[in-house]
């Protein structure tokens, strides 16, 4: 059956119908078969086709997603390392990264979580360490008797060394990185 179904069916309907003094007729039976046969059989083996052929079923869309969980944490994973993490969270980088993909789903959630959040302080932390450090480093160049006194509103007028050095790397601000380089020289 491709939801047809013979006329002579439809007659045998009526000639019953009419022995048994009913007002229904064949053509009715038939159409309310029709769609039976549709709404019971053919659209949910439809349904179902067209799942598998669009990879909807239910085994690929988890497929698709421990695919797509995994991918972000081979990027998540590669874009740190241990010494770049916090003290505190350098433990998410205890079990190497295919032990890691071998867990559940559930875990490996819970292991990206944490790890936005110890990107998050991690951060964090720089900006504060940063801000910190130039604190530190104008405090120091400020000469002592100043320094003894209130905190300056502003940096100190800058020394030239010759004449035209307005060389931005002999003012007041910097990071520590840049001291330890050499590319940043204090007055």
Not at 21 to 32: D, E, I, L, P
Not at 127 to 143: F, Y
Not at 168 to 179: D, F, V
Request: hydrophobic content about 30%.
């Amino acid at each position: 059956m491709q939801g047809k179904l013979h006329k002579i069916w439809g007659k045998y309907m009526q000639d019953y119908y009419e022995s048994i003094a009913s007002r229904r007729k064949g053509s009715q039976w038939t159409s309310q078969i029709i769609q039976q046969i549709w709404t019971r059989f053919y659209l949910p083996q439809w349904h179902l086709k067209n799942k598998f052929v669009h990879n909807k079923t239910e085994s690929t869309k988890q497929t698709r997603k421990r695919e797509d969980l995994q991918a972000r944490m081979v990027n998540a994973y590669e874009s740190a390392t241990k010494q770049d993490m916090l003290v505190k969270d350098q433990h998410l980088y205890n079990d190497s990264l295919q032990t890691l993909l071998k867990t559940t789903n559930d875990s490996m959630i819970s292991w990206m979580t944490e790890f936005n959040l110890a990107q998050r302080d991690r951060l964090e932390a720089y900006q504060s360490d940063r801000e910190n450090s130039t604190r530190t480093l104008q405090s120091w160049m400020v000469p002592q008797r100043l320094a003894a006194s209130q905190p300056l509103p502003h940096p100190p007028p800058r020394k030239r060394l010759r004449t035209g050095d307005n060389d931005r790397r002999w003012g007041t601000t910097g990071t520590i990185e840049e001291l330890r380089r050499g590319s940043w020289q204090p007055l």
